[in-house]
């Protein structure tokens, strides 16, 4: 089994929708989760970064983390074509070193 | 644009060969770190150095090398290249030493293609 499951996609929403993209993990000494936006061709950019649990907003986008589920999410509002890209989650455990990526989920925003 | 550079974009060799992938940090950037991103695999931690030292290791194969040149600078050695290694190969650069939870950029990647 893999420390972090995200699903692959993809996911196709029309523009406007509110997108929900999850990722659950096994490993209860994570503490820092990201979301990271990957664009065709390009390199990850970090989106969101929280610490343990709880939620964070930035505009468009909210990250919630439950560590009792080993849970994360991120929610993206009024979707927009531009919004089309791979997102990927991570996390990092305490006193770590080593980010562990998500496969990605491949998101398609319909104009 | 991250500011993190790397070259070459495409890299195209045979089985056997070696290949020395180059990053160049942000300025300021202090921490490097390599990945591999295949289909299968996702995208997967493989070494970070920090001012010079290598800092943490992750899923790299022993065919794999790295290292930071006094003017932070990396370089990823791949040798004895197989068809499996084919995939993008992307650097990023943090402020600090390895408090991990620094924001990483990343550079525009490197495709190696192993045929």
């Known amino acids: 089994q893999k420390e972090v499951e995200q699903d692959p996609g993809p996911l196709s929403v029309p523009e406007g929708a509110i997108v929900s993209l999850n990722c659950t993990y096994s490993?209860?000494?994570?503490?820092?989760f990201m979301w990271y936006r990957q664009y065709s061709r390009k390199g990850p950019e970090l989106l969101m970064y929280?610490?343990?649990?709880g939620n964070k907003e930035d505009g468009r986008f909210t990250a919630q983390v439950d560590k009792s589920s080993k849970y994360i999410s991120l929610f993206i509002r009024d979707s927009q074509p531009s919004d089309s890209a791979t997102y990927l989650c991570?996390?990092?455990?305490?006193?770590?070193?080593?980010?562990?990526f998500g496969a990605g989920t491949r998101l398609f925003v319909k104009a | 644009d991250s500011g993190v550079t790397q070259t070459p974009k495409h890299l195209i060799t045979a089985t056997g060969q070696r290949v020395t992938l180059r990053c160049s940090p942000r300025?300021?950037?202090?921490?490097v770190y390599w990945y591999q991103q295949s289909l299968d695999q996702g995208l997967q931690f493989l070494i970070q150095?920090?001012?010079?030292?290598?800092?943490a290791k992750g899923n790299i194969l022993e065919r794999f090398s790295a290292q930071q040149f006094p003017d932070l600078h990396s370089e990823l050695n791949l040798s004895s290249l197989e068809l499996g290694d084919s995939a993008l190969y992307f650097c990023?650069?943090?402020?600090?030493?390895?408090?991990?939870?620094?924001?990483?950029?990343f550079g525009p990647g490197t495709r190696l293609t192993v045929l």
């Open positions: 929280t610490y343990s649990s």
């Open positions: 991570a996390m990092i455990n305490t006193g770590g070193f080593k980010t562990i």
């Open positions: 300025s300021g950037d202090l921490s």
């Open positions: 490993n209860s000494a994570f503490q820092y």
């Open positions: 150095y920090y001012n010079g030292e290598e800092r």
């Open positions: 990023a650069s943090s402020v600090s030493s390895g408090v991990s939870t620094d924001t990483q950029y």
